[in-house]
T-cell receptor
Framework: NAGVTQTPKFQVLKTGQSMTLQCAQD?????MYWYRQDPGMGLRLIYY???????DKGEVPNGYNVSRLNKREFSLRLESAAPSQTSVYFC????????????FGDGTRLSIL | DQQVKQNSPSLSVQEGRISILNCDYT??????FLWYKKYPAEGPTFLIS?????DKNEDGRFTVFLNKSAKHLSLHIVPSQPGDSAVYFC???????????FGSGTKLNVKP
């Protein structure tokens, strides 16, 4: 069981470059989420998708876009990367209907120079 | 404005003793509370949860207590083991929305 798979695990970008972070889950969960983790800030929600075909903004959506490609996949795009977006990004999936907790991937460590 | 707060960035406990991690929240509409454990270079792992209709939930060495009037959540680990050393996040979900809010984490160090 892979659970939640994120790619890539590490990436270094230059300011202004674009990049898409990929996430896939194999638990048949309806909801998927993107978070960023910064020192002393915990996990902050960027975007989420309650179900296939829907996406909504979280606490810190500026500078990001998302696509819920199908039930399994949820991608996060940085159109023009900025140093303030240097962070660890976590994807998660869950199922509110079944009151299941979120399951997380192992993260993407992104540095923007 | 943080809706879920963990005011202790770190906690150090001797092996075999009790670890108590605390969490406060501000939104009375939260109906589901969780604790996650995170090791370096890994994603958070679900540990234990509690619904707002309960005030206690146990799972082995882990017990979560919920005090709704105080808007306070705590995680007790008894007995603490060195393998419990990790960062612990509390999280909360609202009744009528699909978002989770996380605290900033408490780093637990269990000394052998």
């Amino acid at each position: 069981n892979a659970g939640v798979t994120q790619t890539p695990k590490f990436q270094v970008l230059k300011t202004g470059q674009s990049m898409t972070l990929q996430c896939a889950q194999d638990m048949n969960h309806n909801s998927m989420y993107w978070y960023r983790q910064d020192p002393g800030m915990g996990l902050r929600l960027i975007y989420y998708s309650a179900s296939e075909g829907t996406t909504d903004k979280g606490e810190v959506p500026n500078g990001y876009n998302v696509s819920r490609l199908n039930k399994r996949e949820f991608s996060l795009r940085l159109e023009s990367a900025a140093p303030s977006q240097t962070s660890v990004y976590f994807c998660a999936s869950g199922d509110r209907v079944r009151n299941q907790p979120q399951h997380f991937g192992d993260g993407t460590r992104l540095s923007i120079l | 404005d943080q809706q879920v707060k963990q005011n202790s960035p770190s906690l150090s406990v001797q092996e075999g003793r009790i670890s108590i991690l605390n969490c406060d929240y501000t939104n009375s509409m939260f109906d589901y509370f969780l604790w996650y454990k995170k090791y370096p270079a890994e994603g958070p792992t679900f540990l234990i949860s509690i619904s707002s209709i309960k005030d206690k939930n146990e799972d082995g060495r882990f017990t979560v207590f919920l005090n709704k009037s105080a808007k306070h959540l705590s995680l007790h680990i008894v007995p603490s083991q060195p393998g419990d050393s990790a960062v612990y996040f509390c999280a909360a979900r609202g009744y009528n929305f699909n978002k989770f809010y996380f605290g900033s984490g408490t780093k637990l160090n269990v000394k052998p």
